[in-house]
């Protein structure tokens, strides 16, 4: 089985997750979800696989959040659902699938357990802040 990336090349925890990933070895399937958004269905499979609801999936930063007014508990996971999918910039990233699981990459580092090869070396964030020590070690 391939990783897949559902990735934001415009987000800096989306391409310092990506780079984990390379750094361990493997090149995945990139799918930039802005332009090729999931499907319901897929979404829905990898919601259900993170044992999240679409609420806690939601982003709000840098999207329609407040002015779609998502706060408000009124909406229904299905309603939920129909927004992301009219907005994808909605669905927080980055959501990696690897042969041992799903996971919504946040922090990016949180990617190491779902790695076939977490032992990725020294690896430091875009912004200077260290991942893997020279020694091997997870520093955060």
Known sequence: MTITIYHNPDCGTSRNT???I???GEEPQVIEYLK???SRDRLIELIEAMAMTPREL???KG???????LGDPKWSDDEI???????PILI???IVV???????ARPSEAVLDFLPNPDIGPFTKEDGEIVVDAGGKRVV
């Open 18 to 20: 990506l780079a984990i």
């Open 22 to 24: 390379r750094q361990s």
């Open 36 to 38: 090729t958004p999931p």
């Open 58 to 60: 939601l982003r709000e």
């Open 63 to 69: 999207t329609p959040y407040a002015e779609l007014g």
């Open 81 to 87: 659902l129909d927004f992301m999918l009219a907005h």
């Open 92 to 94: 927080n990233r980055p």
């Open 98 to 104: 690897s042969p041992l699981g799903v996971v919504l």
